[in-house]
């Protein structure tokens, strides 16, 4: 009798840790983002970009329509500041009908990220003709005379263009390997699938005018994303992530093209970025606690607040 009731009581001690353990894991399977340790992580990577959504967003808005966010999406703003300088840009037909479409692909993307996470204001952005000729004279180390419009044609903006979505897609490759929950994963996932696209349909759009010289500079439309990679992996200070549209044919893909339509390493993968080597960038300071650049307030999100604070 005594061993019946002792193989009773084990049952059942058995049966609540199975039940116990199966709810832990349900909880961490489905992962909701208020709760754990796990997706404060989550939470913090996925507030992050929206740094460089918003960003994205105003810039491709304003080139296409000649407004942003204020206008055809005022709650995804939550009452942050307008852009500084952002303007209508001077498009052929195909460029203005593409850079539309970029255009409401970010405003989705603000949706899908403040659907999964509270997220934040939109920051100060910079987006003049003043901020973007401060990156090219930074990145061919000399000021242009007239200083570099990227609103002033087609050419230009595609050159101005290149500087946005490849930051933020190298972001999505960093963070994902660091998220703990499927819905964070498959979120950035997605993400990360649209950036990329918008990445490529750039640089086939210069690579098909690589050696398009941009007049009145006197600089090809390669050179000109070869310096801005280039600067890029200067400022991120974390090696080589960033090519331009040609390289020596040992770079290429198995190290038989120099076409560069797509970046990748010697394997053909993207390359990561952390937030740090980002806001590095972004700033156009090297420092992810030096604000400047296209954020002349700093980024939001405990992330970027962080560096701010030190």
Known sequence: MRNTEERRSLLVSILMVLFFFNTRH??????PLQTTNCTDQDRKLLEFPLNLEYLEAEFFLFGALGFGL?????????????????????????????????AWQEVGHLRAIKKTVKGFARPLLD????????VMDDAFGRKFVPPFDPYAHSYNYLIASYLVPYVGLTGYVGANPKLQCPASRKLVAGLLGVESGQDAVIRTMLYARAKHIVHPYGVSVAAFTDRISDLRNKLGKMGVKDEGLVVHKAMGAEGQVAGNVLVGD????AFDRTPEEILRIVYGSGNESVPGGFFPRGADGEIAKSYLDC
Not at 76 to 93: E, K, V
């Open 26 to 31: 349900l909880q961490v399977m489905s992962c």
């Open 266 to 269: 010697k394997m053909s993968l």
């Open 70 to 102: 204020d206008k055809v999406a005022p709650n995804l703003t939550m009452g942050g500041p307008s852009p500084i300088g952002a303007q209508i840009a001077n498009l052929d037909r195909l460029t203005r009908d593409l850079v539309l479409q970029f």
């Open 127 to 134: 987006l003049s003709k003043k901020s973007f000729a401060k």
